[in-house]
């Protein structure tokens, strides 16, 4: 049986994802000015939501470290740790290879137009701007290159702790049993 366009999308396996999805705006390109305040007040609510809620999650993490006084708690709380923290510099060391892969074509393009091996220069993020000015082209390459990473590092800091989180919720578990 052959799905018509958008039937594979609307039964009923898919209808949470729809419905999560158009909360946060990513539903069949939502335009209208009162769903974008919708969804940017929606996304909001979240956003203040987890912060109150990660730092009682961080608080209640170091409340276990410091009222965990016996050695052998100690020890699994440290070995659980010491495995989020390699985690966390391999997510890091991926995410930041990932940057440099992605930023390295557009500096080498930058690099060949300067000594004339090309005509054009491109940007990290295909956007359109003035050829032949090349200080705006300087200016947005710098700030793509400057978003990427801030973005990378939020991307890595809210992974990481979420790895972490869960890696202390093993070891909680692990002094339990």
Request: charged fraction near 15%; proline fraction near 2%.
């Given at each position: 049986?052959?799905?018509?366009?958008?039937?594979?999308?609307d039964?009923?396996?898919?209808?949470?994802?729809?419905r999560?999805?158009?909360?946060?705006?990513?539903?069949?390109?939502?335009?209208?000015?009162k769903?974008?305040?919708?969804?940017?007040?929606?996304n909001?609510m979240?956003?203040?939501g987890l912060?109150q809620?990660?730092?009682?999650i961080?608080?209640?993490?170091?409340?276990?470290?410091d009222?965990?006084?016996?050695?052998p708690?100690l020890?699994?709380?440290?070995k659980?740790?010491?495995?989020?923290?390699?985690?966390?510099?391999?997510?890091?060391?991926?995410?930041?290879?990932?940057?440099?892969?992605?930023?390295?074509?557009?500096?080498?393009?930058?690099?060949?137009?300067i000594?004339g091996?090309?005509?054009?220069?491109?940007?990290?993020?295909?956007?359109?701007?003035?050829?032949k000015?090349?200080?705006?082209?300087?200016?947005?390459?710098?700030?793509?290159?400057?978003?990427?990473s801030?973005?990378?590092?939020?991307?890595?800091?809210?992974?990481?702790?979420?790895?972490?989180?869960?890696q202390?919720?093993?070891?909680?578990?692990n002094?339990?049993m």
């Amino acid at each position: 049986m052959l799905l018509k366009d958008k039937d594979y999308i609307d039964n009923e396996y898919y209808a949470h994802n729809r419905r999560f999805f158009r909360v946060i705006g990513l539903w069949e390109y939502q335009t209208s000015l009162k769903k974008l305040v919708y969804v940017c007040t929606i996304n909001f609510m979240i956003v203040i939501g987890l912060y109150q809620q990660m730092k009682k999650i961080l608080y209640h993490i170091k409340h276990d470290w410091d009222e965990l006084v016996n050695k052998p708690e100690l020890i699994i709380l440290k070995k659980y740790a010491y495995v989020s923290r390699l985690y966390t510099v391999t997510i890091a060391v991926c995410f930041y290879l990932y940057i440099a892969f992605l930023v390295f074509p557009s500096l080498l393009s930058n690099f060949r137009y300067i000594f004339g091996a090309i005509r054009e220069t491109e940007l990290v993020l295909p956007i359109t701007f003035n050829v032949k000015n090349q200080m705006r082209y300087y200016l947005e390459l710098s700030l793509q290159c400057i978003n990427i990473s801030v973005l990378c590092t939020v991307g890595v800091a809210n992974y990481s702790m979420f790895i972490a989180v869960i890696q202390h919720a093993c070891a909680l578990f692990n002094i339990i049993m």
